[in-house]
C-alpha cells in the first residue's frame, strides 16, 4: 500500500490551510445523492442527440431530414442551416462549426442535432436522416500537412503554428552528442463522468440557462452566445456536478447543440453522450514526434539541444497552438542549457481534433528529453540519477526562451529525495499471479520476468502563457461569523471546494464556510486548467476574504476605539495586539454583514518572439519519479511495481489532497506509458470504447512511495504551487526507461506495448 | 416509445411499478430515469467500469448490462439502499475520511462493490481487494486512497 514520507493524513482542531481537511460534498457523494449534470432531469424535458459523420474527410451533397422528422415522438432536428449566430466555435480560433455544412473533417464530426421524447427515439431519428456525402482522401499523415503542394483541408490552411526556438550560441558542438526519435500516441482523457447538459430555455424564448459539466464556465458562455446570435446575458451557465475533466472539458461539445435545442423546441433538454461518442466529442493529448539531439561535454553537462517537433492538432484549431509553445519551451526539461536551436510544428490534418490534457504539451517534451538523458548518461558513462543532478536547474537560472526562472527551483532535491525513497521488496519466490505482468490472464511465468529502474524528471509551466491576462473573481461574505464563498471556479474533482473553505476560516478566524452555486452571475474564475485554480483562485478567495478582514478590524477598531492595524485573527478571536481585548469572530459585528470581491491577476507574461525569445510563462512546478517495474520479456507484458516520486509543491495546503493528484497522476502516465492509446487508421478511430481503450485498474496501480518539497514561492498568494499536472509527466518517461533497463530494448515510443519488447 | 409494458422491482425493500417502459430499458437507465434512484451511473454501457453497479439477490453486477424487465422477482439494492436512515455506512466514513473521494463519479458503484466484498469475505487480502475492485474504474485517486479506506474498514470490523 502507499506509504507517505510527508505526514499525510494531519488533522487539526480546525480545517485550515495546511491540514487535511475533508472534501464538503464527500457525503453527498458516497451516498450517491451528489448530482452529476448526468443526472439532471427537468418537468417536460426532452433527449437530444448528434449526429456524426462516419467518414474522416467527405463533402456533403445533401442532408435529408424528412424521414426522422416523420417518426413519432420526434420534435426537432437542426443542420447547420439553422444556426442564428456565428457557424463556428473554438478557444483560440474560431474555426469549427457547430454543424458541418460542405465538408466533414474528421469522424465523428456533427451534422445535425435531434430532439425526441426518448433516447431510443433519437437513436432511431439519427438512423433515419440520410446524408448523401462524397468522400475524400483524409489527410492523415502530419508531416504531409507540412508539405505546401498537398491541398489545404481547411480555408485556415494545414499549419496551426509554426514557432522556432534560436539561443545562445547555435555554433557550439559537443564531446559527446546523443540524438534520438521519439513518438508519443494519442491518449484519452477518459474521465468516468460522460459530457452531459440540461439547457433550459426562457419563457418567452429570448435565453437560455445552461447546466453544464465543464472546466470553464464564461468561455463557454461567450462561445454559446456567438453561436445562439444573443446578448452574452441571455445565457446563462450554471456548473453540473462534474465527474473529472483532464482537459476534456474546455472545449465545446454539447453546449451548443443542447442550447439550440432547447430554444427551437421551447422545451428542456438533456443531452449525454455514450461512452463511444465521448471519445468522438472531445479533444484528446496531441499524438507527436520528437526528434532532438543533445551535446554535452564529456563529463555530461549539456551545452546545447537541437528540437524539432510536431503535433498533430487534428482537425480543428482548439488549443494546438498553446499547447505547441508548452512543448518546444520545455524541451530542455528541467536543466541548464546554454543554447538550442528547436522547431516546433502544430497541423492540421483529418484525425481526432487534439486539444488540452493534463500536461498540455510538456508530457510528449518530457518523453523525449528524459528518454535522451537516459542516452546521455550511458555515453558519459554516468548514472541515471547523475546525469540528471549534473544537469539541475537551479532558481536564477536562464530558459531557452531566455526568461529566468524565478520560481523556486529545488530540482536537485526532488532527485536526491526521490532517490531515498526505499525500493520495493523483490518479487516473491512463488509469487501470487496477480503480482506478475498480465495479473488475471495467468500467462507469465517467473522465470520470464526481468525487473528494471528507470527516471525521470520534470519541468511544468503553472498557470496561462503569452501574454493571456489571466484572472480568476471571488466574494466573500462574512455576517455572525459565517463566511459565504462566492466563485465561478469549476469543481471538477480536483477539490477547490475543500480548499476555498480553508482559506476563509484561516484569514477571518471562522469555522463556518458555505459555497453558492457556481455559475455566470460572478465574474470569471478562468479554466480549471494549467494547475492554475489553487494560485487563481485560491488567490481571488484569500484577497476577498482579507478586503473583509480589513472591514471587520475596522468595525471592531471604531466600537472599541482601538486603531484597526493593532488587531490580528488567533484561532477563532480578534486579538488587539497591544492591548487586552480577545472576541470571537462570531461576536464581533452582531448582524453587521461584510462583503468584498476581489479579482485575482498573476504578473504579465509576455509574447514569443520570431526567435521563441520572451518570458512568456508565469511559474514552473517540478517533480522527479522513479519507476520499478517487472518485464516478461517473453510475452511484453509489464506490471508497474512502484513509483517513488518527490514533488515541488510549494506550501501542502490539504495535504490528503496532495496526494490524492500525486496517486491519480502518476495513474495516469503509468496509462499512457504502457496501456492507453487512441488507436487511428486512416482518420479512423479503432477503439472508441473501454473494451478496447484500457485505463489502469486497481490491480494496474503501482504502490506510490512519496515526499513532498515544501518551499513556499514567494510570487504565489498562498506559496502554494499547482500540484495537478507534475504527477503525470515525467513518470511516463520513468516507466518507459525503466523497461529499457529490463529488456535492453531500445524504446522509443509510448505507449509501450508488448510488441515493442518481446518482437 | 410507449409499449404498454408494466411490471415491478423490488429495489431497496420497495416495489416500483415501471410503467410505458420500452422492453430494451437497462436497468440502469429504468433505475435512474423512471425511478428516481440516480445513484447508480452509467459511464461504459459495456460492464467494463463499474459504475453503475447493484446488488442483485446479493450479488454484485454492472446494471447496464441487465435487462430491467429480466429483473423482475429479483432482490435489488443500490447506494440509496445501503444508508437508508440517512446514517453512513462504515465504508462510506471511511472513503470521506481517506480522501477516496475526488470526482466521485465511480464512488457509488464502488461502495456497493466494497460492501459486496466484505459482505462475502470479511478479512480480504490486499490483493483480494484489488482484484474484487478491478472492475470499478477510478480515473482521478490511481486507488491508492480508496485502498487504505477498504484497508481501515477491515482492521475496524475485525477489531
Known amino acids: 500500500m502507499t506509504m507517505g514520507m510527508a505526514s499525510s493524513n494531519i488533522r487539526t482542531r480546525r480545517d485550515v490551510l495546511g491540514a487535511s481537511a475533508l472534501r464538503p460534498d464527500g457525503s453527498a457523494k458516497v451516498k ?9 432531469w427537468s418537468d417536460g424535458m426532452l433527449w437530444g442527440a448528434t449526429l456524426r459523420s462516419p467518414h474522416p474527410h467527405a463533402r456533403i451533397i445533401n442532408i435529408d431530414t424528412s424521414a426522422a422528422y416523420a417518426i413519432d415522438g420526434v420534435r426537432c432536428v437542426l443542420t447547420a442551416d439553422d444556426v442564428p449566430g456565428v457557424l463556428t466555435y473554438g478557444l483560440i480560433e474560431q474555426d469549427q462549426p457547430v454543424f458541418a455544412k460542405d465538408v466533414v473533417r474528421y469522424m465523428g464530426e456533427p451534422i445535425a442535432a435531434v430532439a425526441a421524447d426518448h433516447p431510443e427515439t433519437c437513436r432511431r431519428a439519427l438512423a433515419a436522416i440520410v446524408v448523401e456525402y462524397d468522400v475524400l482522401e483524409p489527410l492523415t499523415n502530419p508531416e504531409r500537412s507540412l508539405d505546401t503542394a498537398v491541398p489545404a483541408i481547411h480555408p485556415n490552411g494545414n499549419v496551426f503554428r509554426h514557432q522556432r526556438i534560436v539561443h545562445g550560441d547555435t555554433s557550439v558542438v559537443g564531446d559527446v552528442i546523443v540524438e534520438g526519435d521519439y513518438e508519443i500516441g494519442m491518449q484519452d482523457q477518459a474521465f468516468l463522468g460522460l459530457e452531459a447538459a440540461m439547457a433550459i430555455p426562457d419563457a418567452d424564448g429570448s435565453g437560455v440557462e445552461l447546466h453544464i459539466a465543464t472546466q470553464w464556465l464564461h468561455e463557454d458562455q461567450k462561445q454559446i452566445a456567438a453561436c445562439l446570435g ?15 475533466a483532464f482537459g476534456a472539458r474546455e472545449d465545446i461539445s454539447l453546449q451548443v447543440h443542447s442550447c439550440l435545442l432547447a430554444l427551437a423546441t421551447s422545451r428542456p433538454i438533456k443531452m449525454q453522450y455514450s461512452r463511444e461518442e465521448s471519445f468522438f466529442g472531445h ?89 535522451q538523458m537516459d542516452r546521455l548518461a550511458e555515453a558519459c558513462g554516468l548514472s541515471h540519477v547523475e546525469i540528471r543532478l549534473r544537469n539541475a536547474m537551479k532558481t536564477g537560472d536562464t530558459l531557452i526562451t531566455g526568461q529566468p526562472v524565478e ?7 526532488c532527485i536526491r529525495e526521490t532517490d531515498a525513497l526505499p525500493l520495493p521488496p523483490p518479487l516473491p519466490v512463488t509469487p501470487n499471479a496477480l503480482q506478475l505482468p498480465g495479473g488475471t490472464g495467468l500467462t507469465s511465468r517467473p522465470e520470464n520476468i526481468r525487473r528494471g529502474i528507470g527516471w525521470g524528471v520534470s519541468i511544468k509551466n503553472i498557470m496561462y502563457s503569452e501574454g493571456f491576462d489571466d484572472y480568476s473573481t471571488a466574494r466573500c461574505t462574512l455576517q455572525d461569523g459565517i463566511v459565504t464563498l462566492k466563485f465561478a471556479t469549476s469543481e471538477v474533482g480536483q477539490g477547490f471546494v475543500t480548499l476555498a473553505p480553508q482559506i476563509a476560516r484561516s484569514v477571518l478566524g471562522v469555522d463556518t464556510v458555505d459555497i453558492e452555486q457556481m455559475d455566470t452571475t460572478i465574474g470569471s474564475a478562468g479554466s480549471t486548467s494549467a494547475s492554475r485554480q489553487t494560485w487563481m483562485s485560491g488567490g481571488a478567495v484569500d484577497g476577498a476574504c482579507r478586503l473583509v478582514r ?53 504578473r504579465p507574461t509576455e509574447d514569443l518572439d520570431e526567435d521563441g525569445q520572451g518570458n512568456c510563462h508565469v511559474a514552473f512546478a517540478f517533480v522527479a519519479h522513479r519507476a520499478v517495474v517487472d518485464v516478461d520479456v517473453e510475452l511484453g507484458l509489464v506490471k508497474v511495481v512502484q513509483v517513488a516520486t518527490a514533488q515541488d509543491v510549494g506550501r501542502a495546503l490539504n495535504p490528503l489532497s496532495v496526494q490524492g493528484q500525486l496517486e491519480g497522476g502518476i495513474a495516469q502516465g503509468l496509462g499512457l506509458a504502457v496501456m492507453e492509446e487512441v488507436i487511428v487508421q486512416d482518420g479512423r478511430v479503432r477503439n472508441p470504447s473501454f473494451t478496447d481503450y484500457l485505463l489502469p485498474t486497481a490491480l494496474d496501480a503501482p504502490d506510490v512511495v512519496y515526499s513532498l518539497i515544501e518551499e513556499p514561492d514567494p510570487q504565489a498568494p498562498l506559496g502554494a504551487k499547482g500540484v495537478g499536472e507534475p504527477p503525470c509527466i515525467s513518470v511516463t518517461p520513468a516507466i518507459a526507461s525503466a523497461i529499457r533497463q529490463a529488456t535492453g530494448r531500445d524504446i522509443r515510443r509510448v505507449p509501450v506495448r508488448p510488441q515493442d519488447i518481446c518482437l | 416509445m410507449s409499449e404498454d409494458q408494466m411490471y415491478s422491482l423490488s429495489v431497496n425493500g420497495k416495489v416500483h411499478e415501471v410503467r410505458d417502459s420500452w422492453v430494451g430499458e437497462s436497468l440502469l437507465y429504468v433505475l435512474r430515469e423512471r425511478l428516481g434512484l440516480p445513484g447508480a451511473k452509467g459511464a461504459c454501457e459495456q460492464g467494463e467500469c463499474g459504475s453503475c453497479t447493484v446488488m442483485l439477490d446479493g450479488a454484485a453486477v454492472c446494471s447496464c448490462l441487465v435487462l430491467a424487465a429480466s429483473a423482475v422477482g429479483s432482490d435489488i439494492v443500490t447506494v440509496e439502499g445501503l444508508s437508508p436512515d440517512g446514517q453512513l455506512t462504515d ?33 480480504p487480502t490486499e490483493l483480494q481487494v484489488k482484484e474484487a475492485i478491478s472492475g470499478n474504474i477510478c480515473r482521478c485517486t490511481g486507488y491508492g486512497r480508496i485502498f487504505a479506506a477498504v484497508q481501515d474498514v477491515i482492521e475496524t470490523r475485525g477489531a
Do not use: W
Not at chain 1, 520545455?330 to 492540421?348: E, K, L, N, T, W
Not at chain 1, 462570531?586 to 476581489?598: C, I, L, Q, Y
Open chain 1, 32 to 40: 450517491g445523492e451528489f448530482s452529476f449534470s448526468s443526472d439532471l
Open chain 1, 407 to 413: 520560481s523556486v527551483a529545488p530540482v536537485e532535491r
Open chain 2, 91 to 123: 465504508v462510506q466514513e471511511s472513503f470521506i475520511q481517506h480522501g477516496a473521494v475526488q470526482c466521485g463519479f465511480c464512488t457509488p458503484g464502488l461502495i456497493v462493490a466494497i460492501h459486496n466484498l466484505l459482505d462475502e469475505n470479511p478479512r
Open chain 1, 230 to 244: 444573443l446578448p452574452i446575458e441571455r445565457v446563462r451557465l450554471v456548473l453540473g456536478g462534474v465527474g473529472g
Open chain 1, 550 to 602: 480589513e472591514r471587520l478590524f475596522e468595525h471592531v477598531g471604531k466600537t472599541n476605539g482601538i486603531d484597526p492595524l493593532r488587531l490580528i485573527i488567533d484561532d477563532n478571536e480578534i486579538v488587539d495586539t497591544m492591548g487586552s481585548l480577545r472576541l470571537n469572530v462570531s461576536d464581533a459585528a452582531p448582524g453587521v454583514r461584510f462583503e468584498e470581491t476581489f479579482e485575482h491577476h498573476h
Open chain 1, 283 to 371: 479533444v484528446h493529448r496531441h499524438p507527436a514526434r520528437v526528434n532532438i539531439r543533445h551535446h554535452a561535454t564529456k563529463d555530461g553537462t549539456i551545452v546545447k539541444i537541437e528540437a524539432r517537433m510536431i503535433f498533430d492538432g487534428g482537425a480543428y484549431a482548439s488549443t494546438s497552438s498553446a499547447v505547441l509553445i508548452n512543448g518546444i519551451t520545455h524541451i530542455q526539461g528541467p536543466y541548464r542549457c546554454p543554447s538550442a536551436v528547436v522547431d516546433g510544428f502544430a497541423v492540421r490534418t483529418n484525425n481526432p481534433p487534439c486539444g488540452a490534457m493534463r500536461g498540455f504539451g510538456v508530457v510528449q517534451a518530457c518523453y523525449a528529453h528524459e528518454s
